[in-house]
Structure formats: structure tokens, C-alpha cells
Nanobody
Framework: QLQLVESGGGLVQPGGSLRLSCAASGSIFKIYAMGWYRQAPGKQREPVATITSGGSTNYADSVKGRFTISRDNAKNTLYLQMNSLKFEDTAVYYC??????????????WGQGTQVTVSS
């Protein structure tokens, strides 16, 4: 079993910055893609940014140029640097990852979510 623990959310003014972290622990064999998703009140969960094991990244158009996803494979940790935050970035942010086990089994894991609130 594998656990994801997110941290770094909070309240920030428009134009401010936050850095989210997501640490994976447990029975880890191989982590492939990792990503950040968010869900605003009354809306569906949407992808924010993803990163492959090789470091290739992909961003939602709404966050391009403002957010940066990165990962530390040695620490099994995912990051999201969020700059120039806007009101519409307010949401619960979730990390997820695709894990491949020793037996080649593939599982997707989700974190518990961390609240990001952009407000003046």
C-alpha cells in the first residue's frame, strides 16, 4: 500500500505564491507519472499539471506560465510552485501518481487534498 500526504496549502492574496508538496510513502517500487488536480466548489476535478518519470511536463492552459510542477525522485515527492495566484485558482488541490508494482500491477493513488484559497 502507498500513501500520499500533501502540504503547503493556505490562504494567499491575489498575485501571491504558494508551494504545494506531496510526499509518497509505503511500499514503493516504481512511480511513473505524477500530477496535480484541483476541484473548486461546484465544479468537477480538473488536471492542473502532470510530470512523467522522465521529467516531461504538461500544464492546463489556465496555469501555464504561472505554475511549475517538479518532482524529487529520490524523495518520492511532488511539488507545485504556484505564482501570480488568481481568485479562480481557489480549490482543493490533489496529487496523484501512477505506481507500477514488482508484479507489473498498475495502481493510481490520490492524496487527501489541500485547500488553496486566493482572497483579498
Amino acid at each position: 500500500q502507498l500513501q500520499l500526504v500533501e502540504s503547503g496549502g493556505g490562504l494567499v492574496q491575489p498575485g501571491g505564491s504558494l508551494r504545494l508538496s506531496c510526499a509518497a510513502s509505503g511500499s514503493i517500487f516504481k512511480i511513473y507519472a505524477m500530477g496535480w488536480y484541483r476541484q473548486a466548489p461546484g465544479k468537477q476535478r480538473e488536471p492542473v499539471a502532470t510530470i512523467t518519470s522522465g521529467g516531461s511536463t504538461n500544464y492546463a492552459d489556465s496555469v501555464k506560465g504561472r505554475f511549475t510542477i517538479s518532482r524529487d525522485n529520490a524523495k518520492n515527492t511532488l511539488y507545485l510552485q504556484m505564482n501570480s495566484l488568481k481568485f479562480e485558482d481557489t480549490a482543493v488541490y490533489y496529487c496523484n501518481l501512477l505506481h507500477v508494482g514488482l508484479d507489473s500491477s498498475r495502481d493510481i493513488y490520490w492524496g487527501q487534498g489541500t485547500q488553496v484559497t486566493v482572497s483579498s
